[in-house]
């Protein structure tokens, strides 16, 4: 069977899968999959603080004394600190408990308030890593389709100026299932 493609052009989207390590990525914006308290933690989080400095955290803080927490399916941004990125976009996916506590509709919403913020700010260029598919625990061939199923509906029903939206997948396995999803979405 052919192997479905790594890349898929929607409008003026390039939408791509590559194995990276995000924390190396000179874009626009990378996004976090953050926890609610935005002070850092396991996974993908604790690299980008780690590589990204003390800068980062600093900002978190100010974050979370004015909203107090940043609630599952929203998004902030930040300075990239010491990363070649610009910006940290910190999203919070849910947490998997059985798919019956709005998981789907906050992994959407934590993708679409994620391109949303980076078009606020005028960004072109976004990575994420695979929300919630982690420490999180949400399947990931439904984690992978509700994620290429929201860039899409993003990218269709919003005059975008973002040009290139990357996952930056951290295993042939992560990257076997966005594979697959990208054939069906
Ligand atoms: P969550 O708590 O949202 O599940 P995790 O960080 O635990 O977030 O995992 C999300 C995904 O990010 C996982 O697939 C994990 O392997 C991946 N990941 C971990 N470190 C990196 C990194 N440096 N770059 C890209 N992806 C990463």
Same mark, same amino acid.
């Given at each position: 069977m052919e192997q479905p493609d790594t890349q898929k052009q929607i409008k003026?989207?390039?939408?791509?899968l590559e194995l990276a390590d995000i924390t190396t990525l000179s874009f626009d914006a990378v996004v976090n999959a953050a926890n609610s308290s935005l002070m850092g933690g396991a996974g993908v989080d604790g690299a980008i603080h780690y590589t990204g400095g003390p800068e980062i955290l600093k900002e978190c803080k100010q974050i979370i004394k004015k909203i107090g927490t940043l609630e599952s399916g929203k998004a902030v941004i930040t300075t990239g600190g010491n990363l070649p990125a610009r910006y940290v976009i910190h999203t919070v996916g849910p947490i998997w408990d059985g798919g019956t506590h709005r998981e789907a509709e906050l992994l959407t919403s934590a993708y679409r308030e994620s391109?949303?913020?980076?078009? +606020?700010? !005028?960004?072109? #260029?976004?990575?994420?890593?695979?929300? +919630?598919? !982690?420490?999180? #625990?949400?399947p990931i061939f439904e984690a992978s389709e509700i994620a290429l199923t929201a860039i899409r509906d993003y990218i269709l029903n919003n005059p975008t100026k973002i040009t290139l939206v990357l996952f930056a997948l951290f295993s042939h396995l992560d990257m076997g299932a966005y594979r697959r999803a990208m054939g069906k979405v």
């Open positions: 003026n989207t390039l939408i791509k391109l949303a913020l980076a078009d +606020s700010k !005028g960004l072109v #260029s976004i990575a994420f890593p695979s929300i +919630s598919t !982690g420490v999180f #625990s949400y």
